[in-house]
């Protein structure tokens, strides 16, 4: 056997063993609802599919068809509100126009956030009701009780960088939510200083770049050298032909006390999938159907229990 291969196996191989059979590191989530049935249903944007999304509306709504987690995205205005959003600018979901970090939160209440929305039926329900935007507050006043995955956008100007994840922080801990958020953002930076202010007192998301090396790391069964600060990721279904629904990144996740939340998940059959493969939590913009399909399947579980 060539010399060089000799050295590569005796001391490759034992590194790799170490890196793969290392104890991990459990973390610690700070969840309350941590020991609730998974996974979690998750409406996204509030569930965008049967309200007007990152509304009240769709908010109650959601929690009236089962979701118990809800998802949102978060600008911030001109005078340092925090809004519900997933766009920069209001132009596709409201009747007004502009960039949120250049509007007032009194200019973006004028606007009405029902008039555009369809449901799944062609109606439009909410038109001429004087649905407007939530604000961060709005919601927490209104679901003190309701874990949320709340991601900070950015695409907001990073001059309100700052400024965005301190009022996020004041007003988790104004709401007593440091138990029942995740704040996450695909932008590292943004996550790295809301941990700094908030000093590890809330679970945070993984940003995009480290999303891809904890991927990699535990594809390659390297889960023993995997350190990070993040307690939840959100991932596609796959990303450069890549399936990251497989069982090395579920289980392995799971056995490092690491939630992963898949988005964004609409069709049926791809929802019994991903039950099926015990994931943590599925992010939808129908969390009535996702209803429906969690309870069919822990009924068939149930059942196939019962039968052994």
Do not use: C
């Not at 945070?204 to 904890?214: C, D, H, L, N, V």
């Not at 032909?241 to 996740?253: A, E, H, M, P, V």
């Amino acid at each position: 056997m060539n010399k060089h291969i000799k050295n590569f196996l005796k001391l490759g191989v034992p590194l790799w063993l170490m890196a793969f059979l290392w104890p991990n590191r459990r973390q610690k989530l700070p969840f309350f609802f941590d020991d609730w049935q998974k996974p979690y249903n998750i409406a996204h944007r509030g569930g965008a599919a049967l309200a007007p999304e990152e509304t009240l509306v769709a908010f109650t709504n959601a929690e009236k068809v089962g979701a118990n987690m809800f998802e949102y995205d978060v600008h911030i205005t001109k005078d340092g509100h925090l809004i519900a959003s997933h766009d920069p600018t209001v132009d596709r979901i409201t009747t007004g126009s502009g960039r949120i970090n250049e509007l007032t939160l009194t200019e973006i209440k004028q606007f009405d956030a029902g008039e555009k929305f369809v449901d799944l039926e062609g109606g439009q329900p909410y038109k001429d009701k004087g649905v407007t935007l939530a604000t961060v507050e709005e919601i927490f006043q209104h679901f003190p009780y309701m874990p949320a995955v709340i991601e900070l956008k950015d695409t907001n100007n990073p001059v309100y960088y700052e400024a965005m994840v301190q009022e996020m922080w004041r007003l988790i801990q104004q709401y007593n939510m440091q138990d029942k958020v995740i704040i996450a953002s695909f932008d590292h930076a943004i996550n790295q200083r809301f941990q700094e202010i908030s000093k590890g007192q809330v679970a945070i998301g993984g940003g995009e770049s480290e999303a891809q090396r904890y991927i990699i790391k535990l594809l390659l069964r390297l889960n023993g050298i995997i350190r990070t600060d993040a307690q939840a990721f959100q991932l596609p279904l796959e990303q450069h032909n890549i399936d990251l629904t497989q069982r090395n990144i579920i289980k392995g996740s799971q056995r490092l006390g690491i939630d992963v939340y898949y988005w964004t998940i609409n069709d049926e059959a791809t929802m019994r999938q991903l039950i099926r493969r015990d994931v943590d939590g599925i992010m939808s913009d129908n969390p009535a159907l996702l209803s429906r399909v969690l309870k069919e399947e822990f009924q068939r579980r149930e059942q196939k229990l019962k039968n052994r």
